[in-house]
């Protein structure tokens, strides 16, 4: 058997375990029915989109399977660059895991990791430097959405694909190889559109705690919600403001927020899970009520495992998801370059929405204990 059939017959096996893997991360969790022009599920029939549904696989879990979707097929060792946005969330630190676990030396990969600490500038000199070591790929977590034109033409220039991951960059597309990422436009269409459907005509005066400044999440999640609030004459937003995706920043902007509009409020939307911990405590040392039983509607974005606790819990009342396990179907692309193989230029990982017990949506699931047991991350 030539070798060219021979690597299409391992990208063929390779995207089968990729199927077989997606079930891995069966957690019980239904899968809501998508609202019209929800677009964040994946391309179909795109069999790398399957691997950003595997979660790393819980203990004693059946490991072949994960493995051989993020396995490293081509039998010499692969060098991959993560430029990393940081480490400020829950989220962040499930995603690099994730990358930890899957580019790992046994799964047939040299990752190198940099963890860009939210700084631009360091998020740069991180891709250079991968330029320099001439790695194979280049992934990059981008921090912000601008800026990246240069970098990505010397690494073309270097011949070295470049895979830009999570977020989402304003740069022509010619410029890098793939995107794995989310909707989160989307994310925030589905977060109003709850809110919509719990309130039911009720009048809504909402602050936002905003991710990072730049960031695509939260320009996405800012541009659809807002898209959806503008429906809505009964809604106002009072105020929005960037928490930069940290729970301190989550909690010193609600101080400022309930020092302006105490007593005015009955949403808060913190774009993740984060902020919502630190606007829980300046709102719990304000005597202010929050969740289900509370005067103020709780919304939060990523549904990490404790932001669904406290929505098992009914502190939250809205925790829209965010995938971060990414890593396998970064892997599944890098392993169609490897192979000269197929992949898709965009594939969305996928994304759904939880609510509090006691609520029942169109647009979200509605928490138990089985759900949160189940979950990867
Ligand atoms: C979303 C991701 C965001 C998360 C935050 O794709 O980039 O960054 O929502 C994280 O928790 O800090
Ligand atoms: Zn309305």
């Not at 022009?37 to 069999?47: I, K």
């Amino acid at each position: 058997m030539n070798k060219k059939l021979l690597s299409l017959v391992l990208v063929a096996a390779l995207a089968m375990s990729l199927l077989a893997g997606c079930g891995a991360k069966d957690d019980g969790k239904t899968t809501t029915a998508a609202p019209a022009g929800d677009t964040t599920t994946a391309a179909a029939g795109d069999e790398t989109e399957a691997a950003g549904t595997t979660a790393a696989p819980a203990e004693g879990e059946d490991t072949t399977t994960a493995a051989a979707a993020a396995g490293n097929t081509t039998g010499e060792t692969i060098k991959v660059g993560y430029a990393q946005v940081g480490h400020e969330s829950d989220w962040r630190t499930a995603n690099t895991k994730n990358y930890q676990d899957v580019f790992s030396a046994a799964n047939g990969y040299a990752l190198s990791f940099v963890d860009c600490d939210n700084d631009n500038a360091a998020q740069l000199e991180a891709v250079r430097g991968f330029i320099q070591q001439e790695l194979d790929y280049i992934v990059i977590a981008p921090i912000e959405t601008a800026g990246w034109d240069t970098v990505l033409q010397e690494a073309q220039d270097a011949g070295i694909p470049v895979i830009i991951a999570d977020r989402e960059i304003d740069a022509p597309d010619t410029l890098y190889d793939a995107w794995v990422g989310t909707n989160t436009k989307n994310e925030g269409i589905t977060a109003a559109n709850w809110l919509a459907e719990y309130l039911d005509g009720k009048e809504a005066n909402i602050l936002v705690i905003e991710g990072s400044v730049g960031a695509s999440a939260t320009l996405g999640r800012t541009e659809g919600f807002n898209e959806v609030a503008a429906e809505h004459s009964e809604w106002k937003i009072l105020d929005s403001q960037s928490g930069d995706f940290t729970q301190a920043g989550g909690q010193e902007v609600m101080e400022s927020f309930i020092k302006s509009y105490e007593g005015q409020f009955n949403v808060v939307v913190c774009q993740n899970d984060n902020e919502a911990y630190g606007a829980m405590d300046a709102m719990k040392a304000a005597n202010i009520t929050y969740g289900v039983d509370g005067d103020v509607i709780l919304i939060s974005y990523d549904a990490t495992h404790d932001g669904l606790q406290y929505t098992l819990d009914g502190a939250i009342n809205c925790n829209v998801e965010c995938n971060p396990i990414q890593a396998e179907t970064v892997a599944g692309v890098i392993q169609a370059m490897a192979t000269g193989g197929s992949y898709e230029k965009t594939t969305l990982v996928e994304d759904q929405a939880f609510v509090a017990p006691g609520i029942t949506s169109e647009y979200a699931t509605t928490m138990t204990q089985e759900i949160l047991d189940g979950r990867a991350y």
